[in-house]
């Protein structure tokens, strides 16, 4: 099973899926995190209260266990697959991702 004969398996595409929302959330928590820490200008932007909740690090074990998951169902495709989603972390694609999923479920507004 090649690379591309993988894409037609939908348990491959739904944990590919899974996986690259995961990498968002968490690649977006690490970045937020990078920010808070540093002693930059642009750091002033955020809010205090702009953490994620704690229990948003058990995402980090389930992206693990997708990449396990996907890599058990199909090895080459998994190996492209994180490579690919080493770029779109090092881009901020996946960054952004993150910030709309997480801002449309943790930081909503509260003058609602």
């Known amino acids: 099973m090649g690379i591309i004969s993988a894409l037609h398996n939908q348990s491959v595409l739904w944990v590919s899926l ?3 929302l ?3 959330v968490t690649t977006f928590d690490k970045r937020l995190t990078q920010a808070k820490n540093q002693r930059n ?3 002033w932007l955020l809010e205090p209260n702009t953490d994620l909740p704690a229990w948003t690090s058990i995402f980090i074990f389930l992206e693990y266990a997708s ?3 996907l890599f058990i169902l199909n090895w080459r495709y ?3 697959f994180y490579i690919v989603l080493f770029f779109l972390a090092v881009l901020p694609v996946s960054e952004t991702v993150g910030n709309l999923i997480c801002g449309l479920i943790f930081f909503r507004s509260k003058n609602k």
């Open 78 to 80: 998994a190996i492209a």
């Open 67 to 69: 990449i396990i998951t």
């Open 22 to 24: 995961l990498s968002s």
């Open 18 to 20: 899974v996986t690259f």
């Open 41 to 43: 200008p642009r750091t």
